[in-house]
C-alpha cells in the first residue's frame, strides 16, 4: 500500500463457483480527487481490473435493428397522430354552423332505407356572396347583407354510385315557408317570390341557410339531410388547393362583361377555348353572366355545372384520400357554414369517402325545368313534379331504380334449382311510356277528367287527350280497349280500384265514373306492396343533363 497518498482500498474476492471466476472490486479516491484502479488477488486466480478511461461510462448494449425499425415506427406514427389531430382541431375550429332550431317543423320525412340498408343522401349546396370574411375584396355581396348566387340540390342514390345535382335557378318564383328571425321570431309564408330572396332572410352577413333549406324542402318534398354553404373565399381557396380548374368560354371575355358598370369593354379577362383557373380567375368564371350566351344566370348555371364537373373530375384524378382532400377541406372550412348534423371535420371526411366510389359519368347536373315568366323564372309543371317524384323513389334520371339489389349481389345468389312460375310481368318504364290512354270524364261534374289524367300521367302513361264521355253519367270507371290492348287496358284498370275492363273502340279510353269522383285519391295510391313508380322523366329533363365526363366545351352557355 505504500506509495499512495492517504488512499484506503478494500479489495473484496469471491470463491469461483460452479467452475466459472467472478470478481467484485470497491475503489477508493485518493486525497486529491483522482480514481486510482486496484488489483488484488484471490482463491485460484486473478480478478479483472476495469481498464476504462476516467470518468466513461459504462457502455449500454446496442439495439438490433429490429428494435431500431419499431421505435422509429413508433415514433412516427405518433408524429402522425398529433399532426392529423392538430389537422382535425384546425379543421373543427374553422366550422361554423347554423341553428338547427331554425329548420322548419314542418319537415318531410327523411327517406327509408332499401333492402339492403342503405339510403339516399339528399346536400344542398349554396354558394353565397357575403361581403364578410374579406368576401368584399372578391366582389360579394352588395349593400349590406348575402345572398344565394348558386344553389344545388345534390341527390346521392342509395348505392353511392349514382350522385345527380340540381341547380334551381335564383330567380325562380316559389313559395317560401315561415323562417325564423336573428331576434327568434318567425316570417309569415311568402308565396310567389324568388327563391334567393329565402337566404337574405334577416338580412345578416352570414344569410339565412336554414330559410333557403325550408325554401327547397317547400318545393321538392324531399328532405335535405345536409347544407352546405361556400362563400367566394372559401371557393377561391378550394380552386387554389386542387392546383387549378379546367374550364371552357365560347368566346373572350372582357372586364366590361365582369362589371357592366365599367361603362367601356376593358381588357380581355378570359380567352376562348379551354383553360386553367384558379382562386380569383376561377370565381370570376362561374359568377360571369353578360358577354356569353344572352347575359342569363341560366347560361351561368351552364358554366357552375361544367365546372362542378371539372372540380370533381379533377379531385377524382387525385386520389380520393386524406392527401387530396384535408387540404381541400382546409381550404374549405375557413369559409364553410353547414348544418349541426355536419358539424365537425370527421363527419365532413367521412361523408367525401362515402362517395368515392360514384363514376364520373354517373354524376349527373342539370336545371329544374324552368320557363321564363316576365323578367323572372317559372318552374315548368308537371316536369318539374316528375323529377322532384323520381328522386324521392331514388330512380336515376334514366330510369334505374338505384336503391334495387346490386347486380353483383344477384349474380353472387346461387341458382335455383327449380323453375320458379312464369309471372304476368307488369309493364315496364319505357313500355309504360309507349301506352297511350285518352281520359274521359263521365261523371257530369267538371274538373273529375283532369284528376284522373294526373293518376294515369303520375303512373308513367302517356295521355293523349282530356275531353268528356258521351251519353249518361257513369257510375264506375271503365277502360275501354281496342284490339290487342287487353293487357295494356288491365295494368291501366289497377289504377282505379273497382274499374271494369270493356273492349270498344280503338285504342285505350279510361272513362271515369262517379265512384272516382267520390274518392279521387284512390287512384293515386299504389296497392298494397305495389311499388310506387314515378313515371319515366320527359326528354326536356333527361335530355337536358351533363356528366361529369362530359367536353368541358359543351353545353356551357343558353342563348
Known amino acids: 500500500m505504500s506509495g499512495r497518498r492517504g488512499s484506503t482500498e478494500t479489495e473484496n474476492s469471491s470463491h469461483r463457483a460452479g467452475g466459472r471466476r467472478a470478481a467484485n472490486r470497491k475503489s477508493g479516491t485518493d486525497q486529491d480527487g483522482s480514481d486510482k484502479g486496484a488489483s488484488g488477488k484471490g482463491?485460484?486466480?486473478?480478478?479483472?481490473?476495469?481498464?476504462?478511461?476516467?470518468?466513461?461510462?459504462?457502455?449500454?448494449?446496442?439495439?438490433?435493428?429490429?428494435?431500431?425499425?419499431?421505435?422509429?415506427?413508433?415514433?412516427?406514427?405518433?408524429?402522425?397522430?398529433?399532426?392529423?389531430?392538430?389537422?382535425?382541431?384546425?379543421?373543427?375550429s374553422n366550422i361554423t354552423t347554423f341553428d338547427g332550431d331554425a329548420l322548419s317543423k314542418d319537415r318531410p320525412e327523411a327517406a327509408a332505407p332499401d333492402a339492403q340498408?342503405?339510403?339516399?343522401?339528399?346536400?344542398?349546396?349554396?354558394?353565397?356572396?357575403?361581403?364578410?370574411?374579406?368576401n368584399s375584396d372578391l366582389g360579394g355581396g352588395g349593400d349590406a347583407g348575402a345572398r344565394s348566387d348558386t344553389a344545388i340540390l345534390l341527390h346521392i342514390y342509395a348505392d353511392h354510385?349514382?350522385?345527380?345535382?340540381?341547380?334551381?335557378?335564383?330567380?325562380?318564383?316559389?313559395?317560401?315557408?315561415?323562417?325564423?328571425?336573428p331576434n327568434g321570431k318567425w316570417t309569415k309564408e311568402q308565396n310567389n317570390v324568388m327563391f334567393?330572396?329565402?337566404?337574405?332572410?334577416?338580412?345578416?352577413?352570414?344569410?339565412?341557410?336554414?330559410?333557403?333549406?325550408?325554401?327547397?324542402?317547400?318545393?321538392t318534398n324531399l328532405r335535405v339531410d345536409h347544407t352546405i354553404v361556400v362563400d367566394f373565399s372559401g371557393f377561391a381557396s378550394m380552386t387554389s388547393a386542387v392546383g387549378g380548374v379546367e374550364v371552357c368560354l365560347p368566346n373572350n371575355v372582357y372586364e366590361g362583361d365582369l362589371n357592366p358598370n365599367l361603362g367601356h369593354k376593358g381588357k380581355q379577362v378570359f380567352a376562348k377555348g379551354k383553360q386553367k383557373v384558379e382562386g380569383q380567375s376561377a370565381l370570376d368564371y362561374v359568377r360571369v353572366r353578360h358577354g356569353i350566351g344572352d347575359g342569363s344566370d341560366i347560361g351561368r348555371t351552364k358554366r357552375q355545372q361544367a365546372f362542378l364537373s371539372s372540380l370533381i373530375k379533377?379531385?377524382?384524378?387525385?386520389?380520393?384520400?386524406?392527401?387530396?382532400?384535408?387540404?381541400?377541406?382546409?381550404?374549405?372550412?375557413?369559409?364553410?357554414?353547414?348544418?349541426?348534423?355536419?358539424?365537425?371535420?370527421?363527419?365532413?371526411?367521412?361523408?367525401?369517402?362515402?362517395?368515392?366510389?360514384?363514376n364520373l359519368h354517373d354524376v349527373k347536373f342539370l336545371t329544374a325545368p324552368w320557363r321564363y315568366e316576365g323578367p323572372r323564372v317559372a318552374l315548368v309543371h308537371p316536369d318539374v313534379d316528375q323529377l322532384w317524384a323520381a328522386l324521392k323513389a331514388d330512380r336515376t334520371i334514366d330510369g334505374q331504380d338505384a336503391s334495387a339489389q346490386s347486380p353483383a349481389a344477384t349474380d353472387s345468389a346461387a341458382p335455383s334449382t327449380t323453375p320458379a312460375a312464369e309471372a304476368t310481368p307488369s309493364p315496364t318504364a319505357a313500355a309504360k311510356n309507349d301506352i297511350k290512354v285518352a281520359v274521359l270524364n263521365?261523371?257530369?261534374?267538371?274538373?273529375?277528367?283532369?284528376?284522373?289524367?294526373?293518376?294515369?300521367?303520375?303512373?308513367?302513361?302517356?295521355?293523349?287527350?282530356?275531353?268528356?264521355?258521351?251519353?249518361?253519367?257513369?257510375?264506375?270507371?271503365?277502360?275501354?280497349?281496342?284490339?290487342?290492348?287487353?293487357?295494356?287496358?288491365?295494368?291501366?284498370?289497377?289504377?282505379?280500384?273497382?274499374?271494369?275492363?270493356e273492349p270498344g273502340g280503338r285504342g285505350l279510353n279510361v272513362v271515369v265514373g262517379?265512384?272516382?269522383?267520390?274518392?279521387?285519391?284512390?287512384?293515386?295510391?299504389?296497392?298494397?306492396?305495389?311499388?310506387?313508380?314515378?313515371?319515366?322523366?320527359?326528354?326536356?329533363?333527361?335530355?337536358?343533363?351533363?356528366?361529369?365526363?362530359?367536353?368541358?366545351c359543351a353545353n356551357v352557355s343558353y342563348g
Open 43 to 92: 482463491g485460484s486466480g486473478a480478478d479483472i481490473a476495469d481498464t476504462r478511461p476516467a470518468g466513461r461510462a459504462k457502455p449500454k448494449p446496442k439495439r438490433s435493428t429490429k428494435q431500431k425499425v419499431l421505435w422509429v415506427t413508433a415514433g412516427c406514427t405518433a408524429l402522425l397522430v398529433l399532426a392529423g389531430g392538430a389537422v382535425y382541431y384546425r379543421l373543427n
Open 117 to 134: 340498408g342503405r339510403t339516399p343522401v339528399n346536400v344542398l349546396l349554396i354558394g353565397s356572396d357575403s361581403r364578410g370574411n374579406g
Open 161 to 181: 354510385k349514382h350522385a345527380v345535382g340540381i341547380s334551381i335557378p335564383r330567380d325562380s318564383l316559389v313559395t317560401i315557408p315561415p323562417c325564423k328571425l
Open 196 to 219: 334567393n330572396s329565402a337566404f337574405s332572410v334577416g338580412n345578416t352577413d352570414q344569410g339565412n341557410p336554414a330559410c333557403t333549406q325550408n325554401a327547397v324542402e317547400k318545393l
Open 314 to 358: 379533377e379531385v377524382k384524378s387525385r386520389g380520393m384520400d386524406p392527401t387530396t382532400l384535408l387540404p381541400l377541406a382546409d381550404a374549405a372550412t375557413k369559409s364553410l357554414t353547414v348544418d349541426p348534423d355536419l358539424g365537425s371535420a370527421a363527419k365532413l371526411m367521412s361523408f367525401a369517402m362515402s362517395v368515392k366510389d360514384v
Open 442 to 501: 263521365g261523371t257530369g261534374e267538371s274538373g273529375v277528367g283532369s284528376k284522373a289524367a294526373e293518376a294515369v300521367k303520375g303512373a308513367g302513361y302517356t295521355v293523349t287527350t282530356i275531353g268528356n264521355a258521351t251519353g249518361k253519367p257513369r257510375s264506375t270507371t271503365v277502360v275501354e280497349y281496342g284490339t290487342g290492348e287487353r293487357t295494356a287496358a288491365e295494368a291501366v284498370a289497377k289504377l282505379f280500384p273497382g274499374a271494369t275492363v
Open 514 to 552: 262517379r265512384d272516382f269522383a267520390a274518392d279521387p285519391a284512390s287512384a293515386a295510391t299504389p296497392a298494397p306492396g305495389a311499388p310506387n313508380t314515378p313515371a319515366p322523366l320527359p326528354s326536356s329533363v333527361s335530355g337536358t343533363a351533363r356528366s361529369a365526363d362530359d367536353d368541358p
